[in-house]
């Protein structure tokens, strides 16, 4: 009696480049395409963006998610091939990752809940720089942050847009969280801290009126907040899969050593 393979059932995505949707019909064409609701895993062809799409929309799911790159940037992504996918799926390496909890009150009470798998970032919306008041654990750490704002990125968020703004790049499976903040004004030399993701981070914005702030989760964006709240959602694991000699934690290594 043959064993069924363990990825049997393969969902495949694709983005609207053309390069992906080429590889998109090739590939289902392969190996079929079966209903996400109904796959093993699924399969994203793109880039980060698509991978991190995917992602939030299988967040609840605990599927597996493979990617292969067929976008621009591809740090999130495996090498694309044809060849005997199967076989790769049933060599690659997981790495699980927890999400962020953002809950973001704005300046008419409303309460939005959001998740990021890369960062919470708060921005300026005019050109007014933010002024923000940081909480760790509900104690205060920075009376006053005067800046273009200020984001709590993951260890899989680390080489994205916290790298830009100057951030640690953090392990992939190091317990802890990089505030980070983003052109500080005041004070000047602040270059961020690391937390222990068990943190519960308050952001507070000050004179709000005069300066509005928005907040960012990945892409769910929310204006004119007041409050923001992060910490670390322990009750969601998602899984990625990535080549052997190629997992996260290789990527992350290697990042700290380019130039």
């Not at 076989?87 to 009150?105: K, V, Y």
């Not at 899989?156 to 802890?176: E, F, K, M, V």
């Not at 005069?210 to 989760?217: D, G, I, L, Y």
Request: glycine share 6%; with cysteine.
């Amino acid at each position: 009696m043959t064993k069924p393979a363990r990825y049997d059932r393969i969902a495949f995505v694709a983005s609207p480049s053309s390069e992906a949707q080429a590889a998109f019909g090739q590939l289902t064409s392969d190996y079929g395409n079966c209903n996400p609701n109904e796959a093993d895993i699924v399969v994203a062809l793109g880039g980060d963006g698509l991978m991190l799409q995917t992602l939030h929309q299988n967040m609840h799911t605990g599927k597996p998610i493979y990617g292969m790159h067929r976008g621009t940037v591809g740090f999130l992504m495996n090498e694309y091939s044809t060849h005997d996918l199967r076989a790769r799926l049933e060599a690659a390496q997981e790495s699980e990752i927890n999400p962020l909890l953002m809950r973001a009150t704005d300046v008419n009470d409303r309460v939005h809940l959001h998740h990021a798998i890369n960062e919470v970032a708060l921005f300026r919306q005019t050109y007014q720089a933010a002024r923000l008041r940081i909480l760790i654990d509900e104690r205060e750490r920075m009376p006053e942050l005067i800046a273009d704002g200020i984001m709590v990125a993951t260890p899989a968020g680390s080489t994205a847009y916290n790298l830009s703004a100057q951030g640690p790049i953090l392990p992939i499976n190091a317990a802890l969280l990089a505030l980070t903040p983003i052109s500080a004004f005041r004070p000047r030399r602040w270059r961020g801290a690391l937390l222990p993701n068990t943190a519960y981070v308050v952001i507070e914005v000050l004179e709000g009126d005069k300066r509005p702030v928005a907040a960012v989760a990945d892409h769910d964006e929310v204006r004119d907040v007041r409050r923001v709240e992060v910490l670390s959602d322990k009750t969601i694991s998602m899984r990625m899969l990535f080549d052997p000699g190629h997992s996260l934690e290789e990527r992350i290594l290697r990042e700290q050593f380019g130039y």
